[in-house]
């Protein structure tokens, strides 16, 4: 069936170092793809955004990749902080009608040593 | 506040009771939605609300699950007869008319004994 994964269920980086969080998809009909930051206790919290029609996109911090040609997909966070410990996870929608439900994969888990 | 508030932030109940679940999306957004959530899971989608009806319910898991928007605003999550397997967060989140970024409230945390 479709699906969303991730490579690595955990990540540990020392504080100041850039971060690269990987996801693999399956689905070629998706469309859009998001990830999302969730602390302990909290729901989870947009952090960037792609459409299927670009291979880059940078925010504040972060830049995500999209590899339509092996269905990859990734969130590279520079100068890691302490505040950025937290599960992160890549979702996928795909532009079904008024389907606008997400698909996620099963989060990694980002340690930030100081 | 101007998120999303769920209510109640944690619910124990027992095999067999009704239990229902308040989601109070931040306000202007038409879009509502329900997800559940078990430890060390992504969200998995329950159902999709635009305005008052429910656009995507493929997500509900049985007929034990049922999810109303009388106004467009306020949305509660029933469940009856609880079951063991319900034990999850379950989690709202709203957006914009045209707007695909979802906002999520802290979930409400269900503990089915």
């Known amino acids: 069936g479709e699906s969303v994964g991730l490579h690595l269920p955990t990540l540990s980086v020392q504080e100041g170092d850039n971060s690269i969080i990987n996801c693999a998809y399956s689905?070629?009909?998706?469309?859009?793809f998001i990830w999302y930051k969730q602390e302990s206790g909290k729901g989870p919290q947009f952090i960037i955004d792609?459409?299927?029609n670009m291979d880059k996109r940078q925010g504040q911090r972060v830049t995500v990749l999209l590899n339509k040609t092996v269905k990859h997909l990734s969130l590279q966070i520079a100068a890691t902080q302490p505040g950025d410990s937290a599960v992160y996870f890549c979702?996928?929608?795909?532009?079904?009608?008024?389907?606008?439900?997400?698909?996620w994969g099963l989060g990694t888990s980002l340690a930030v040593n100081p | 506040g101007a998120g999303v508030s769920q209510t109640p932030s944690n619910k124990v109940t027992e095999k067999g009771k009704y239990v229902e679940l308040r989601c109070d999306p931040i306000?202007?957004?038409?879009?509502l939605y329900w997800y559940r959530q078990s430890l060390g899971q992504g969200p998995e989608f329950l159902i999709y609300?635009?305005?008052?009806?429910?656009?995507?319910d493929s997500g509900l898991p049985n007929d034990r699950f049922f999810a109303v928007r009388p106004e467009g605003s306020v949305s509660t999550l029933k469940i009856q007869r609880t079951e063991r397997g319900d034990s999850a967060v379950y989690l709202c989140?709203?957006?914009?008319?045209?707007?695909?970024?979802?906002?999520f409230g802290e979930g409400s945390r269900l503990t089915v004994l």
């Open positions: 609300f635009q305005g008052t009806g429910a656009a995507d």
């Open positions: 689905n070629s009909a998706s469309d859009y």
């Open positions: 979702a996928e929608e795909s532009n079904a009608g008024n389907n606008r439900k997400l698909i």
């Open positions: 306000s202007g957004h038409t879009a």
């Open positions: 989140a709203s957006s914009a008319l045209q707007g695909r970024e979802l906002f």
């Open positions: 792609i459409r299927s």
